[in-house]
């Protein structure tokens, strides 16, 4: 069966249990959905309609006997955990080398040459919250000019400036210094973000003048070749920032699950052939990282509560993947992804039951199934499932 639109979205870091080699990068046991749903409970009807708990035991969460969706799982061939490798993987790439993360900071050479080319002071240099290390070292950059840099657990390099100390041209030039500076193999930061904010110690506000500098894919991507056949490639949330605009002809900005969900329906809505991808990042940044597994459940049943639109939003001839990207445990130790098998639920009009699709040894698959679709070249990595739609 061939589709006219693809619709793809990912629940950022909702995971469906450790990979096999999970102890190598210190997650054995992780399992995102399943722990969310043993510590608070969690109530996904929808989604449950379609298959999800067909794929692995869920507390709460009963397989189904006439599943509405096709049903899986999918490994990460790629080395690493991260947002950018995992979305990567999902269009083709296979990263060999992972991006670094930096849980005790960055190393002293790369500040010091970062001072050195900006001409400015670094304070900071620790993983942070972006607002709260505004509020803990604000007043101090008020005073000195020094450029605020912080981490998190993904590999992201930020730079925080008041913008009535260090105006935003200076602030772009001084990421993009950064951003040449951490494509050297020593350091490989998959993302500098510019973090501008405004106002007084005790109500410092961040601007929408955000801008990330992220590294570019090393080949092109199932994205590109959708372009080059003459298809559109629209994407919705950060996946423009995580691609580095690579292989897309229209990119919407979003500030929230739920208005990505909304900028997803207004694509269904749209007049197009080709893909739509679609990033939901407050699973992982909102809930994830900061180990809060009832805020991570609500998120979840917040989606839920909105799949029947999107189910309704889908056209004849359509179809939509949902699936994730990586892991994120909030139950686990730490405050980083967590290395696991994603889900994949592929859901169409004409499906009278879905099947299961095994285990897929890629994300790439996805890439793969694409291209089948589209008659477009294929991807070195993955294998179609096009044909079991």
Known sequence: MRFS??????????????????????????????????EVGLSLPHLARLGLGNIAPIEGIPPVSTPAAHFGKMAEASVGKDTTTGHWELMGLKVEIPFKTYPNGFPKE?????????????????????TVIIEELGKEQLKTGAWIVYTSADSVFQIAAHEEVIPLEELYRGCEIARRLTLQPEFAVARVIARPYIGQPGSFQRTPHRRDFSVKPPQPTV???????????????????????????ESIHTTSNQDGVNATLKAMEKDFEGFSFTNLVDFDSKYGHRRDPLGYKKALEEFDARLPELLDGLHPGDLLIITADHGNDPTHSGTDHTR?????????KGIEKGENMGIRSTFSDVAATIADNFNIERPDHGESFLHQL
Request: charge should be negative; charged fraction near 20%; aromatic fraction near 8%.
């Open 5 to 38: 639109r693809i619709f793809c979205i990912v629940l950022d870091s909702v995971g469906i249990g450790a990979l096999p080699d999970a102890k190598e990068y210190g997650d054995e046991g992780v399992n995102t959905l399943g722990h969310i749903a043993s």
């Open 110 to 130: 790369l500040i010091q040459q970062f001072e050195k080319e900006t001409g400015r002071k670094v304070i900071g240099n620790k993983p942070a919250s972006g």
């Open 223 to 249: 994205m590109n070749r959708l372009l080059v056949g003459g298809y559109a490639v629209l994407s919705i949330g950060k996946i423009s920032d995580i691609f580095a605009g690579e292989g897309i002809s």
């Open 340 to 348: 696991e098998y994603v889900p994949i639920l592929l859901y169409h």
